[in-house]
T-cell receptor, first 114, second 114 residues
Framework: DQQVKQNSPSLSVQEGRISILNCDYTNSMFDYFLWYKKYPAEGPTFLISISSIKDKNEDGRFTVFLNKSAKHLSLHIVPSQPGDSAVYFC?????????????FGKGTKLSVKP | SAVISQKPSRDICQRGTSLTIQCQVDSQVTMMFWYRQQPGQSLTLIATANQGSEATYESGFVIDKFPISRPNLTFSTLTVSNMSPEDSSIYLCSPRTGNTGELFFGEGSRLTVL
């Protein structure tokens, strides 16, 4: 049973517009949520994270929103650029972090068109 | 963030053979994670490797198939034994670092089993 779900396998956005990537989770015991970006032939690159005690975290063009009641988080990219085209993974860490491992979604492929 | 180097970066292997993947980190870490990403799938944790003790394997993964060594705090190996085409994946190691959740990855090792 998938604990972290990304229901959209792909998303296409025009350059300059907003990209919104969504993620749902089932386990209330996650304490951190993270977004990673992955280009082909490269490993995942950490983008931004949010603690479960917050509802928003912003870093430049990237903002992550967390809605705990809905068990939903989203990544907003504004404005979108062609270089943002990649696969984006949502991930979550179990509460307490004694192990520290992350549970990943299947990813959403973002295409930003010039 | 830690600098992570893996070898080989990619390989094509024959069914029934075994391959050892090396992971070198530029700082000392007590815990190392080994993940696998099968085509079109999420990153899945294989095992957690601690220096000086046996690795802890996740459900569905066993030591006979994926033996792990952790001879010191900056190095680990994962062997994929008796490979089948289903083992074709990207294998990634990641050191456990801080308490804010993020894990860092290198470029990974892309294995194709024929």
């Amino acid at each position: 049973d998938q604990q972290v779900k990304q229901n959209s396998p792909s998303l296409s956005v025009q350059e300059g517009r907003i990209s919104i990537l969504n993620c749902d989770y089932t386990n209330s015991m996650f304490d951190y949520f993270l977004w990673y970006k992955k280009y082909p032939a490269e490993g995942p690159t950490f983008l931004i994270s949010i603690s479960s005690i917050k509802d928003k975290n912003e870093d430049g063009r990237f903002t992550v929103f967390l809605n705990k009641s809905a068990k939903h988080l989203s990544l907003h990219i504004v404005p979108s650029q062609p270089g943002d085209s990649a696969v984006y993974f949502c991930a979550a860490r179990g509460y307490g972090g004694s192990q520290g491992n992350l549970i990943f979604g299947k990813g959403t492929k973002l295409s930003v068109k010039p | 963030s830690a600098v992570i180097s893996q070898k080989p970066s990619r390989d094509i292997c024959q069914r029934g053979t075994s391959l050892t993947i090396q992971c070198q980190v530029d700082s000392q870490v007590t815990m190392m994670f080994w993940y696998r990403q099968q085509p079109g799938q999420s990153l899945t944790l294989i095992a957690t490797a601690n220096q000086g003790s046996e690795a802890t394997y996740e459900s569905g993964f066993v030591i006979d198939k994926f033996p792990i060594s952790r001879p010191n705090l900056t190095f680990s190996t994962l062997t994929v034994s008796n490979m089948s085409p289903e083992d074709s994946s990207i294998y990634l190691c990641s050191p456990r670092t801080g308490n804010t959740g993020e894990l860092f990855f290198g470029e990974g090792s892309r294995l194709t089993v024929l």
